[in-house]
C-alpha cells in the first residue's frame, strides 16, 4: 500500500514536470520525455512483470494531461517497458556496456516511435504528409537523442535508488549475486 | 512451447491483452467520454500545475539572469545612453499617437481598450511540438467558451480555445495543423487562410495568384473568422511561395511568439464590433 502511494505520486509527479515544467527549459520540439524515460528505467531495474501496472497507469495520466486520446501513452510505455525488460534480461546482466548501449537504443527508438505514431494519429495515418513533413520533424532530432539519454541514465540511476528505498533486501541479494557472494 | 496455462500468465499474454483494450480505445477514440475524468483530474492537479510551471519560470529567469550578469555592465552603459535618446523622443510622442489614431481609422482597427479580456497563466504546454496547445488557469467558471480567441499583451493573436473545463482550457495554437484561420494582409488587403504547420511555422494560404503579397508584410486576422476581432497580429511574411501554373500562391510566416516563453495570456471574451 504505502509502496503504491509512493510511486503513484512519484508518477504524477514527473508527469506535471513533463507537462508544465520541461517545455519551459527547452526548445519546442526538443523537449525530452521524462515518463518515458523513467518508464524505461524502471521496466530495467524491475522488471516488466513489476512494472506494466505502472505504466498503464502512467500512460492513462499522461493521455489525460496531454489531450491525446485515452490509450496512446499506454501503449507507447508498455510496449516499451516490455522491450526493455526483455533486453535487461538479455542483455544487462551479461555486459555493462552492451546494455547501457541497449537501454540508449531503446530509449531512442521509444521517443521516434512516440513521435511518429503521433504525427499519423493526427493526420489519420495520411503517409504522405507524414513524408512530406519528416525531414522538418526530424530536423531537430540530433538535440532531441541528446536530451533524451540525458535524462534516461539519471532515471536509470534513481530508479535503482527507489528500489533500494523500496527493497533493500532484494537489493542486498542482487549485489551479492554481482559480487559473486552468493 | 507455451502450455494454455503459461501462456495467459506469461508476460507476452499480459502485452498482447492490454495491447488490444487499449488499441481498441485509440481506434473508436471515444473523446468525450473521459471529459468528466478530464475534468475532475485537471481540478485536482490545477494547483501543481500552477506551482511547477511557476517554479519552472523561477528557474529559468535565475539562469537567464546568471547567464546574463556579464553583459549587464554593458548594457547599463548602453542604456545610459538610450535614455538620453528616448528624452528626445518622447517629444515627439505626442504627435506619434495622434498619427496611430489616423493609422487605425484608415486600417479599420480596433482600438485595444474595446476588448474585454480575461487574464491567465499557461500552467501546461505540449511537449513534444505536434500538438502545438498550451493549458490556461481560466475554465467555463470563468465564462469562457471554445472558440474565444486568445491573445498576448501586444494584441499578437496566438489562438483559440479549445476544450473547456470547469477550471481550465486548451488553447490550440495558431502553429498547430487543426487552426485555421481567416487572415489578410495589412497592407495590400490580400485575403487568405492561415494554417498551422505542427510548429514548423504558419501558412498564409489561398491566396489568389492576382493579389500582391510581399516580404515583410503583416498578416492580421480579418473581419470574416468567427468570433475573432479583426486586425490582430498573426505574423509577418517570411516567403512566398508561388508558381505560375497554380491558382492560388501562398506565403511562410514567421510566428511573433514563441510558445515556451508564453506565461501570461489574455482570452478576449467580448469585443464591439
Known amino acids: 500500500m504505502k509502496k503504491n502511494l509512493f510511486l503513484f505520486l512519484f508518477f504524477f509527479l514527473i508527469i506535471l514536470v513533463q507537462t508544465s515544467g520541461l517545455g519551459i527549459f527547452f526548445p519546442e520540439r526538443v523537449v525530452p520525455n521524462l515518463v518515458l524515460a523513467f518508464v524505461l528505467a524502471g521496466a530495467i531495474t524491475f522488471g516488466f512483470s513489476e512494472t506494466w501496472k505502472w505504466a498503464i497507469a502512467a500512460g492513462i495520466l499522461m493521455d489525460i494531461f496531454t489531450y491525446s486520446r485515452v490509450g496512446f501513452y499506454v501503449l507507447l510505455f508498455v510496449l516499451s517497458a516490455y522491450f526493455a525488460g526483455f533486453l535487461s534480461r538479455r542483455f544487462l546482466l551479461e555486459s555493462r556496456v552492451l546494455g547501457v548501449l541497449a537501454a540508449g537504443f531503446l530509449m531512442i527508438s521509444s521517443a521516434l516511435a512516440e513521435r511518429i505514431f503521433l504525427f499519423f494519429l493526427n493526420e489519420a495515418g495520411n503517409t504522405q504528409r507524414f513524408f512530406d513533413f519528416m525531414p522538418e520533424i526530424f530536423s531537430d532530432a540530433g538535440y532531441w537523442i541528446i536530451f533524451n539519454l540525458a535524462l534516461f541514465f539519471p532515471s536509470l540511476y534513481f530508479c535503482k535508488k527507489i528500489r533500494k528505498f523500496l527493497k533493500p533486501s532484494e537489493y542486498k541479494i542482487d549485489a551479492r549475486v554481482k559480487s559473486g557472494n552468493f | ?273
Do not use: C
Request: glycine share 8%; hydrophobic share 45%.
Open chain 2, 1 to 273: 512451447m507455451f502450455s494454455k496455462k503459461n501462456f495467459f500468465s506469461s508476460r507476452l499474454a499480459k502485452l498482447i491483452a492490454i495491447m488490444a483494450v487499449f488499441g481498441l480505445l485509440i481506434f473508436f477514440n471515444p473523446y468525450e467520454f473521459f471529459n468528466p475524468a478530464r475534468d475532475v483530474v485537471f481540478q485536482a492537479a490545477y494547483p501543481f500545475k500552477k506551482t511547477v510551471s511557476n517554479v519552472f519560470f523561477a528557474v529559468r529567469e535565475i539562469g537567464d539572469f546568471i547567464f546574463s550578469i556579464g553583459k549587464l555592465k554593458k548594457e547599463n552603459e548602453k542604456q545610459i545612453e538610450e535614455i538620453q535618446s528616448l528624452k528626445s523622443r518622447l517629444a515627439a510622442m505626442a504627435d506619434m499617437e495622434r498619427e496611430n489614431a489616423f493609422l487605425r481609422e484608415q486600417l479599420k482597427l480596433l482600438p485595444r481598450n474595446k476588448f474585454k479580456l480575461e487574464s491567465s497563466s499557461v500552467i501546461a504546454r505540449d511537449q513534444n511540438g505536434l500538438g502545438n496547445w498550451i493549458e490556461i488557469d481560466k475554465g467555463e467558471r470563468n465564462g469562457l467558451r471554445k472558440g474565444m480567441p486568445v491573445i498576448v499583451s501586444e494584441g499578437i493573436f496566438v489562438g483559440k480555445l479549445g476544450e473547456v473545463y470547469s477550471g481550465t482550457a486548451k488553447v490550440v495554437l495558431t502553429t498547430n495543423p487543426e487552426s485555421l484561420i481567416n487572415a489578410v494582409d495589412a497592407k495590400s488587403s490580400a485575403h487568405g487562410l492561415v494554417k498551422g504547420e505542427y510548429g514548423l511555422g504558419i501558412i498564409f494560404g489561398m491566396v489568389l495568384q492576382t493579389d500582391a503579397i510581399s516580404i515583410g508584410d503583416d498578416i492580421v486576422t480579418s473581419e470574416i473568422s468567427q468570433n475573432i476581432p479583426r486586425g490582430l497580429l498573426v505574423g509577418k511574411i517570411e516567403e512566398i511561395q508561388s508558381s505560375g501554373n497554380q491558382l492560388f500562391q501562398q506565403a511562410v510566416l514567421r510566428i511573433p511568439f514563441k510558445a515556451s516563453d508564453l506565461q501570461h495570456v489574455f482570452v478576449i471574451r467580448e469585443y464591439n464590433k
